[in-house]
C-alpha cells in the first residue's frame, strides 16, 4: 500500500501529493481532529481550500510547495496596511530553539517541547539588544524573530505538534477569529500538508523550509510530533537575513525605553499583543 502510495503522490494523482502522508497518519489522531473539527464543520470552505490546493500543486509542476501565498505579497499587504499586522503571525517551529546534541537536552529557559518564549514574558528583554540577553537567547534565531514580532506588533506562535497547530492556528482562523496572513517556518518534509491545512482554512501563508536539522522521513515527523527532536534546525542564512529584513523594515516601532514597551499576553498558545504603553 505504501508503494502504491509513492506512486500517486509521484504522478500527482487528482492534483494532491499526500496520499503516503494520509495512509501513514492512518491511525493516529491529528488527521481525524482536523476531518471534524474543521472539514466536516466548514463543509464549503473547505471545498474551496481543497480546489486552491489542488490549483498549486497544477502550478508547482512538481517543485516544492512554499504555501498559500508569495512572500513578497505578504510583506507588500503589511507594507500598505491591507492587513494590519494584528492579522499576522509569524511562527516558527519549536525545533529552532538552541539544543545540546552532546547532552540531548535544550538549554531553554522556557524548556523545549512547548509555546513558549521568555523574551516575550518578559518585556525588559525587548529594551536590549539580544547580544545583552542571557544565555541562550542572546544566540536563540527564535529569540530574534519573537523581537522581530513585537518590534512589528504582530501575533507570535511557535509551533510544536500538528494536533497543537490544527487548534491554535487553523481552527481558529476557519471560525473568522485568527490570523489570516502568516510566515511559516517548518521541515520541508511537512510543506506539502501544511499548505494543505492553510488552503482550507484560509491562510495567506508563505512556508520558509529549514535547511539544516530537519525532519527527513515520516518516522522523523512522528517522533518530533511528540517532541522527540535532538536536533537543531536552521533556516538557510540568506533567507533568514532577508526575513530579519524584511521584518525590520516593517516595524512599527521599535522597543528603545520603557515608554515604547510592547506586552503580549499568551493565549491559546499564541503571543498575542495587549498594548502599548
Given at each position: 500500500m505504501i508503494k502504491l502510495a509513492q506512486w500517486l503522490d509521484r504522478k500527482e494523482f487528482l492534483n494532491y501529493r499526500l496520499w503516503e502522508f494520509s495512509l501513514r497518519n492512518l491511525f493516529r489522531f491529528f488527521p481525524y481532529h482536523f476531518l471534524f473539527r474543521i472539514v466536516l464543520m466548514h463543509p464549503l470552505k473547505a471545498l474551496r481550500g481543497i480546489f486552491k490546493y489542488q490549483k498549486l500543486v497544477r502550478e508547482a509542476k512538481g517543485g516544492d510547495l512554499t504555501g498559500t501565498g508569495k512572500l513578497d505579497e505578504i510583506f507588500d499587504q503589511l507594507k500598505t496596511g491591507l492587513i494590519d499586522p494584528s492579522d499576522?503571525?509569524?511562527?516558527?517551529?519549536?525545533?529552532?530553539?538552541?539544543?545540546?546534541?552532546?547532552?540531548?537536552?535544550?538549554?531553554?529557559?522556557?524548556?523545549?517541547?512547548?509555546?513558549?518564549?521568555?523574551?516575550?514574558?518578559?518585556?525588559?528583554?525587548?529594551?536590549?539588544?539580544?547580544?545583552?540577553?542571557?544565555?541562550?537567547?542572546?544566540?536563540?534565531?527564535?529569540?530574534?524573530?519573537?523581537?522581530?514580532?513585537?518590534?512589528?506588533?504582530?501575533?507570535?506562535?511557535?509551533?510544536?505538534?500538528?494536533?497543537?497547530?490544527?487548534?491554535?492556528?487553523?481552527?481558529?482562523?476557519?471560525?473568522?477569529?485568527?490570523?489570516?496572513l502568516g510566515i511559516f517556518l517548518l521541515c520541508p518534509y511537512s510543506t506539502d500538508a501544511f499548505t494543505w491545512g492553510l488552503a482550507i482554512c484560509g491562510i495567506d501563508g508563505f512556508l520558509i523550509s529549514f535547511c539544516k536539522g530537519d525532519c527527513l522521513n515520516h518516522e522523523d515527523f512522528t517522533r518530533a510530533d511528540i517532541g522527540i527532536k535532538q536536533k537543531q534546525t536552521f533556516i538557510e542564512e540568506t533567507i533568514f537575513d532577508h526575513l530579519k529584513t524584511e521584518l525590520t523594515n516593517l516595524a512599527q516601532t521599535k522597543v528603545q525605553n520603557e515608554q515604547d514597551r510592547v506586552q503580549y499576553i499568551y493565549k491559546n498558545n499564541v503571543y498575542k499583543i495587549k498594548s502599548n504603553t
Open positions: 499576522f503571525v509569524l511562527a516558527p517551529g519549536f525545533c529552532m530553539k538552541p539544543y545540546d546534541e552532546d547532552k540531548t537536552v535544550s538549554p531553554c529557559p522556557a524548556e523545549h517541547f512547548n509555546h513558549r518564549c521568555l523574551v516575550l514574558e518578559k518585556p525588559s528583554m525587548l529594551l536590549n539588544d539580544q547580544q545583552q540577553w542571557q544565555q541562550p537567547c542572546n544566540v536563540c534565531s527564535l529569540g530574534t524573530l519573537a523581537q522581530l514580532s513585537a518590534k512589528l506588533k504582530a501575533n507570535f506562535h511557535i509551533m510544536t505538534s500538528a494536533h497543537d497547530i490544527t487548534n491554535d492556528l487553523f481552527l481558529p482562523t476557519i471560525k473568522n477569529r485568527g490570523s489570516r
